[in-house]
């Protein structure tokens, strides 16, 4: 059965310090995509990232960045000089080459304080 | 484009009721998702639907239940209503015309979401 493990339930941090997320998964599918998803107090989930297993290329889009180890079944997230506008639930999220039933971790809720 | 659209927004019923929660996709979407959000279980798939047929189903009881019109917009019914089943239901689309062959084809767009409350 597929998990995924975001051990973080809650961090919190001053504006521009660097933050990171971390996001363990367990599958037996050799084909698979990540996913991390935020969700602000509004409550829809912003897509922010896909990854698919057969690429293991760390990836970097302005202050975010993700680093993606097959090794130790992990998708981290890094939050580089975080801002008030960063503050929100983050998930982590598995699916098979279907990709269309999204397996969740249980989010971590990330506050920045001014 | 616009994005995936839910309503209603918010919904309060009372137990043994029923309720229907409409989707509609980002345009030239054919897949339909549904998610239930809870403060204790998180967030878990509900079903899916694609061309009007239910390909994948979660485990929930047959109290819930969905369906895919031909435009692609969806339902979702819950009946006899538990206060349980108090959650936010959300509903996201995907194109699925590629299957993986195209970066992005599979990922999953999200609404706004649904508030049921159950009295």
């Known amino acids: 059965a597929q998990k995924v493990t975001q051990a973080q339930t809650e961090i919190s941090v001053v504006e521009k310090e660097d933050v990171t997320l971390d996001c363990v998964y367990e599958?037996?599918?050799?084909?698979?995509?990540l996913f991390w998803y935020k969700q602000p107090p509004s409550g829809e989930l912003v897509f922010l990232i896909r990854r698919n297993s057969f690429d293991e290329q760390n990836e970097i889009s302005g202050r975010y960045s993700w680093n993606f180890q097959k090794s130790t079944s992990s998708f981290n997230f890094t939050i580089t000089a975080s801002q008030v506008v960063d503050s929100a639930v983050y998930f982590c999220?598995?699916?098979?080459?279907?990709?269309?039933?999204?397996?969740f971790g249980q989010g971590t809720r990330l506050t920045i304080n001014p | 484009k616009a994005g995936v659209t839910q309503t209603p927004r918010y919904l309060i019923k009372t137990r043994g009721q029923q309720v229907t929660l409409s989707c509609s996709p980002i345009s030239g979407h054919r897949s339909v998702s549904w998610y239930q959000q809870t403060p204790g279980q998180g967030l878990q798939f509900l079903f899916e639907?694609?061309?009007?047929?239910?390909?994948n189903k979660g485990n929930f009881p047959g109290r819930f239940s969905g369906r895919q019109f031909s435009n692609s917009r969806s339902e979702m019914n819950v009946s006899t209503l538990e206060l349980g089943d108090s959650a936010l239901y959300l509903c996201a689309s995907s194109s699925q015309y590629g299957m993986g062959t195209q970066e992005g084809t599979d990922t999953q767009y999200f609404g706004p979401g649904t508030r049921l409350t159950v009295l």
């Open positions: 999220a598995l699916s098979d080459q279907g990709a269309q039933k999204l397996v």
């Open positions: 639907y694609f061309s009007e047929t239910q390909r």
């Open positions: 599958t037996r599918d050799t084909t698979y995509y």
